[in-house]
């Protein structure tokens, strides 16, 4: 359907209030939040200098150190970091925002931290709004209904000097989330059984609405866990429409309007929700209440199944890519088909990441670990834990509630923000073989450090194999 009347999806409506121009079947969209970090902007501002340009619009840019930063020692800026290659990219950084008059949140500020958190905490996230990032998480944003999404290297050139990209419409998708999840379950098991459901590339094309009484009940940490994963179901991006949940976290951030200014937001953001009769291209089901706590088995996001469940049989796949797959996921994670993945016994454990690492997430972990830790349990002797919260203000935040003091009691490490074991850029990393519970957002070959296998779950699953020292059902712990 099409017409100024016809009925619109939440994607439909931010899509048009940014077009600024259209062509065959190609659009130039106004981007009203650009966010950076070192790993994905160093070519992009050599462009421009060598083309002569300016930043268009440096109050509409915002720029973390998230990737290459060590979680240790930050307080020594750029002398903490050993890596020669990170340490000219946190440096280059440093000299294009200065440059440019970009603000930016360094290593070391407390406001500093992984990029998806940032943006949100500072109130730079807004309903209603484009945002675009060089990262393939800023699906994240998408829990603020604003439509939120990667971009490559050569697109961040653009947007650093038109404050618009190009970009084609993709096709509606709602995958609604009826019903309310049992103990144990979350935001996290919610996203892997969506991605579970449609597979990797079931997004392709798309970008997805979420809605239903599972995704209005989550807090808006836990909306951007699920719009975080979006990506790994291969949508464009991830959307909720937002609501007083939404606005209550953006009331009183520094960027948040203020004043008159904040009234007349609202009514503005009001308008970002689905129209009641608006058509979507495909629509997907899920029951919450059929969601295990979910872990994953092999290395892929898809690759999912509840905690009660066997690592699966490659020859129960249907075609022989994916029982090809299958085995080399098997033989790379040294699992067995027909065990149960309970026994999987593990080494490390990663709290943290763009995914999890919110003060909500870092609640759910501290309930279990606390309630082990009152029943004498520890964390296992034979694995090494780390908490790493997503920025500095979740750290003080935890340290205000005395989060860290009931990790560091029961034997976790308690770190300094950034990416850190979320991939291997930075000192945090898994030796081979390794096998590690981790909160992030992917489970690829040597994702987490070369040889490394990842088992991904929720924060609170993440706790209870920490402290089991194996994977764990967490409702033995509740
Ligand atoms: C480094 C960056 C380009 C990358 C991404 O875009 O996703 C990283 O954030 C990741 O999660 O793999
Ligand atoms: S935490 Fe992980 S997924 Fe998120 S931006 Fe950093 S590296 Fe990418």
């Avoid at 992917?442 to 920490?466: D, K, V, W, Y």
Wanted: contains cysteine; negative net charge.
């Amino acid at each position: 359907m099409s017409g100024q009347n016809a009925p619109k999806t939440l994607y439909d409506k931010i899509w048009d209030a940014h077009v600024v121009a259209e062509e065959g079947g190609e659009a130039i969209l106004y981007i009203d939040l650009h966010l950076i970090h070192e790993v994905t902007t160093p070519q992009a501002f050599a462009g421009l200098r060598t083309a002569g340009r300016k930043v268009r619009r440096p109050d509409r840019t915002l720029a973390v150190a998230d990737h290459n930063t060590p979680t240790e020692g930050q307080a020594l800026g750029v002398d903490a970091v050993q890596d020669p290659e990170a340490r000219l990219q946190l440096q280059t950084l440093g000299r294009n925002v200065a440059d440019a008059g970009i603000e930016y949140i360094p290593m070391g500020d407390v406001r500093n931290g992984i990029v998806h958190v940032v943006g949100p905490e500072q109130g730079r996230t807004q309903p209603g709004m484009t945002v675009v990032c060089g990262d393939s998480h800023t699906s994240t944003h998408g829990a603020f209904g604003a439509l939120a999404h990667g971009i490559g290297t050569s697109e961040v050139e653009h947007v650093l000097a038109t404050q618009t990209l190009r970009a084609r419409k993709s096709k509606n998708m709602r995958v609604v989330v009826d019903g309310r999840p049992g103990p144990g379950v979350g935001a996290k098991d919610i996203a892997l059984a969506v991605i579970g459901e449609i597979g990797t590339a079931g997004g392709t094309g798309y970008v997805i609405e979420f809605a239903g009484e599972a995704v209005r009940d989550l807090t808006m940490e836990g909306r951007m866990t699920l719009c975080n994963l979006t990506i790994e179901g291969g949508a464009r991006a991830g959307l909720i429409a937002p609501d007083e949940k939404t606005f209550d976290y953006i009331r009183g951030r520094p960027a948040a309007p203020k004043g008159a200014a904040w009234d007349m937001a609202l009514a503005y953001w009001k308008s970002f929700v689905t129209d009641e009769a608006a058509v979507f291209d495909r629509e997907v089901r899920l029951d919450a209440a059929q969601i295990a706590p979910t872990v994953t088995w092999g290395t892929s996001p898809e690759d999912v199944i509840p905690v009660t469940g066997v690592v699966p049989d490659p020859a129960s796949f249907s075609t022989p890519d994916k029982r090809a797959a299958a085995e080399r996921a098997l033989a790379y994670m040294g699992l067995e088909a027909g065990q149960p993945i309970t026994d999987a016994r593990i080494d490390r454990v990663f709290i943290g990441s763009c995914t999890n690492s919110r003060i909500e997430d870092l609640r759910a972990a501290a309930a279990v670990v606390q309630q082990a830790f009152l029943e004498g349990r520890l964390v296992a002797p034979h694995v090494s834990a780390m908490i790493v919260p997503g920025s500095g203000l979740v750290k003080e935040q935890a340290e205000s509630e005395g989060l860290d003091a009931i990790f560091k009691a029961a034997g976790f490490d308690w770190r300094e923000p950034g990416c850190s074991m979320c991939l291997g850029m930075n000192p945090d990393k898994l030796e081979p073989g390794q096998r590690c519970a981790s909160t992030s957002n992917r489970n690829f070959e040597g994702r987490q450090g070369r040889g490394g296998r990842t088992h991904l779950m929720s924060p609170a699953m993440a706790a209870a194999a920490a402290i089991a020292g194996h994977i764990a059902d967490v409702r033995d712990f509740l």
